[in-house]
């Protein structure tokens, strides 16, 4: 028996990220799956699509010399990320001109 997840992003919250022109991180958000809020979250926009990125560590460089990232959050229901790669692209539609990538230095404000 499948159990239906309300996952969702709160416009409110979407902040468009200033960065260097051609970035593909798009905006910062807050996203809530279930009774569980994930703050820091990115939106990005990939090959397929805009997709929520959630909170990662530091940069580190493996035995390999590979830089990696140790994740935070993993969501293996593919039904739950599909819905929150849905809401990242509601976000920004709702964002419109608001999500386009600013030239200059990245932004000193806070995202939240």
């Avoid at 416009?11 to 051609?22: D, Q, T």
């Avoid at 905006?27 to 939106?43: D, K, Q």
């Avoid at 039904?79 to 999500?99: I, Q």
Wanted: aromatic letters at 8%; charged letters at 30%.
């Amino acid at each position: 028996m499948a159990t239906e997840i309300d996952v969702s992003i709160d416009p409110a919250r979407v902040r468009p990220y200033k960065g260097k022109e051609g970035s593909k991180l798009k905006a910062f958000c807050n996203v809530t799956i279930g009774p569980v809020t994930i703050n820091n979250c990115r939106i990005v926009d990939g090959m397929h699509g805009p997709f929520v990125g959630f909170p990662e560590g530091e940069a580190y460089t493996d035995k390999n010399g590979d830089e990696k990232r140790q994740r935070y959050i993993w969501i293996e229901d593919k039904a739950v990320m599909d819905a929150c790669n849905e809401e990242a692209e509601r976000a920004l539609a709702a964002l419109g001109d608001h999500g386009a990538v600013a030239t200059g230095a990245p932004s000193d404000d806070i995202p939240f």
